[in-house]
């Protein structure tokens, strides 16, 4: 039985920024994943998933790197325009990749467009608080939505050593608010918030106007995003403590791949239905022609 919920013609609406922005005040939860291929957004898309969301996330759960660092603009390009290939009612965000915009702010509008123009996204995402306040303010006076992303930004993991949950004193907690109020003058449309205590997360959902999406940040946000590699249980590295896996895909890749093997051992793949047949007169005719 197919799970596709039934259109109707406000659920085939496009998701908007605008749209994230109701959600908050009928205070509707919003929901965010990340993809990085075309099935992946198809399948998202159909689930009716508000958003998607194209991390840097890549680098590690695709790419096989340690860290979000070495993943590039051209990587990101092309994983976002193959989820948009898939996606249509989404909200899609790309994800700004580490030293994209960190360097100079008409880089990063420029970089900032690429996704866009380029690659079909709807938005751009970019870590850091008040160091960003130029940068998004560029980007956003250029007609370009962003979402900021505040807590554990992993593009920082060499700054944290590590990847830490962020905000834990009263001190670094007073700063996470000061930044999130100051990404929100600066335009931002919504905020990840990443690793920070619960209590924490949902006082700045409070205090906020924009949405807020957590990602280890408990139920007070406004809307939950996961990395969807850690969801279906298909990044067999580790599974952070706050993902809920709903399914585990590795276990059942590493099923099949064996099946396969065995069935190619033993010859019971390819069966009849698998083959290619010619009909019985050609065939005679052929071996006549190969043999004459
Ligand atoms: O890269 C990513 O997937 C992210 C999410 C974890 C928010 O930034």
Redesign the pocket.
Known sequence: MSTTPVDSPTERRKITTRSFARKKQRREPISML?AYDYPTALALDRARVDSI?V????GMVVLGYEN?LPVTMADMLHHCRAVARGARYALMIG?MPFMSYQVDVNDAVRNAGRFLQEAGMDAV?LEGGREREAVIRAIVGAGIPVMG?LGLT?QSVHQFGGMRAQGRSAAAAQRLLEDALMLQDAGCFSI?L?SVPARLAELISQRLEIPTIG?GAGAGCDGQ?L?THDLLGLFERFTPRFVKQYANFYEQMETAFNAYKADVETRSFPAQEHTVEMPEDEWVQFLEDVDA
Request: charged share 25%.
């Open positions: 990340t969301l991390g840097d996330s890549l979000t994800d995402k992303h992993p990840v990443e990602i995003v990395v």
